[in-house]
Nanobody, 127 residues
């Protein structure tokens, strides 16, 4: 059974940092692009960051503006999202995603297909 399990979310204050982790199991994701999307209350799910299977290329949503860094450890089948300078508007459920192509992750829109999703981890940033 394929699983993506996120961890590392929590309640922090504006300006703080968090590191999210996504551990993949059930298969090898070394050839999969992986990424993070988020959904705030009352809003559509949106792209946050993605990393190619080789880790040579990374992509970020426009709102990130240098605050977040995505990375992956292929040996551990794990992807990370380091989030710095958090803002209250970053409050959302953060979902890990994996797909054979990076396009479905970076170009995600409501209802589009991504091969695998995690269950999500809540990030709350207080002002």
């Amino acid at each position: 059974q394929v699983q993506l399990v996120e961890s590392g979310g929590g309640l922090v204050q504006a300006g703080d940092s968090l590191r999210l982790s996504c551990a993949a199991s059930g298969r090898t994701f070394s050839r999969y692009a992986m990424g993070w999307l988020r959904q705030a209350p009352g809003k559509e799910r949106e792209f946050v960051a993605a990393i190619s299977w080789s880790a040579d290329n990374t992509y970020y949503g426009d709102f990130v503006k240098g605050r977040f860094t995505i990375s992956r450890d292929v040996a551990k089948n794990t992807v990370y999202l380091q989030m710095n300078s958090l803002k209250p508007e970053d409050t959302a459920i953060y979902y890990c995603a994996a797909d054979l192509g990076i396009g479905p992750i970076t170009g995600y829109y409501t209802g589009s297909h991504i091969d695998y999703w995690g269950q999500g981890t809540q990030v709350t940033v207080s002002s």
